[in-house]
């Protein structure tokens, strides 16, 4: 009995099998998520933190040589710097799945 | 016994005045140079046979390839491929550089603040302007962050404002904190080993270790300068 001669399928095909298996499996994250927190990640929220307090407290003083507003814009700024920093190491810290978000950190935008 | 910090020094090797800029080939640029034809002749070197079956060169530049596209496709989705070839030219022009310098005597660039911010200064304005040009003004809806209480959002915005803006000297700050760090205390120790006559052996082996954790940190910085710079990719292409 002759078998039926069937072509490999084409990329299409083979990429709408793939994506469909894997979205039934839930893929697996890959990347240094799966390692958890990282001595880099540790480094990276404190330098977001330090960058932050002292970033605002130098704009603010430097805004305030300007405008001349010696010291209000500097205590301003200073505040405003210090949760620009923590926010940045909070968005990083929950990018790297630290603090709960609901799923596994924050959704990292592939089309798959 | 050595002087830590003189390794950071600047030397003018070719000195070249344009009215008051000082633009002189320093030693600094000499090593930037040959990391970019390193890199550059890997990569053709690598990829002269287009062979279906890699052989061992290609089979390295493959990987580092795979290794960047993957990097993008994950943190700055599908779309963002089309700026995978900046990111790979930063990938390897950062991990070039910093690996060449672990090797005694050679400079490494990444250990000065200015190469490092301007490396983050050229992400950052790059993606901000990407940002402008995909979105025009509405990118400026990036800073209200969504679901935010109308009252709170004249405090909010300055607020993502200066995160946004602090971002490209974060970056900076730690790829040059980590390289120059790392250098000065392989410098300490080595200073040691000649001071301690037979004791040597203890700072000679503490150096050993710190030579390999150097090539690790080499490859993780630059493996998180890029991450980064995908992340901030993601940012500006979705907005949020």
């Given at each position: 009995m002759a078998r039926k001669d069937r072509s490999p399928p084409s990329f299409e095909e083979f990429d709408a099998k793939l994506d469909k298996l894997r979205r039934q499996r839930g893929a697996p994250r890959k990347g240094r998520?799966?390692?958890?927190?990282t001595a880099a990640d540790g480094m990276q929220a404190g330098i977001e933190i330090v960058v932050g307090i002292i970033g605002g407290g130098l704009l603010g003083y430097g805004l305030d040589g300007w405008f001349g507003t010696r010291p209000l814009l500097m205590v301003v700024f200073f505040v405003l710097g210090s949760c620009a920093g923590l926010l940045n190491a909070y968005r990083h810290l929950r990018r790297a799945g630290l603090l709960a978000s609901g799923e596994d950190g924050e959704t990292n935008g592939d089309a798959a | 016994m050595a002087d830590p910090l003189k390794q950071f020094q600047i030397e003018p090797y070719v000195p070249i005045l344009v009215g008051n800029a000082d633009l002189s080939f320093t030693n600094s640029s000499l090593w930037m140079v040959v990391s970019a034809g390193a890199v550059y002749g890997l990569v053709m070197l690598g990829t002269r046979?287009?062979?279906?079956?890699?052989g061992r060169l290609q089979s390295v530049v493959e990987l580092a390839y795979e290794f960047v596209a993957d990097l993008v496709r994950e943190n700055a989705g599908k779309e963002a491929m089309r700026y995978f070839p900046a990111v790979f030219t930063l990938f390897t022009f950062i991990l070039m550089g910093n690996s060449l310098g672990v090797i005694p005597g050679i400079f490494t660039f990444t250990s000065h603040i200015i190469v490092t911010f301007t490396l983050a200064m050229g992400v950052f304005l790059g993606v901000t302007a990407l940002g402008f040009w995909l979105h025009g003004w509405r990118f400026l809806s990036f800073f209200v962050p969504p679901g935010a209480p109308k009252l709170m959002i004249p405090v909010l915005v300055p607020i993502e404002i200066l995160s946004y803006c602090f971002r490209p000297i974060s970056l900076s700050i730690r790829l040059f904190v980590n390289m120059m760090a790392g250098h000065t205390m392989l410098k300490v120790f080595a200073g040691f080993i000649i001071a301690l006559g037979i004791f040597g052996v203890a700072p000679l082996a503490v150096n050993v270790a710190l030579t390999i954790f150097e090539i690790g940190v080499a490859f993780l910085q630059a493996y998180i300068f890029t991450v980064l710079t995908c992340i901030y990719l993601h940012d500006a292409i979705h907005m949020h």
């Open positions: 998520r799966r390692r958890g927190l | 046979h287009h062979a279906m079956v890699p």
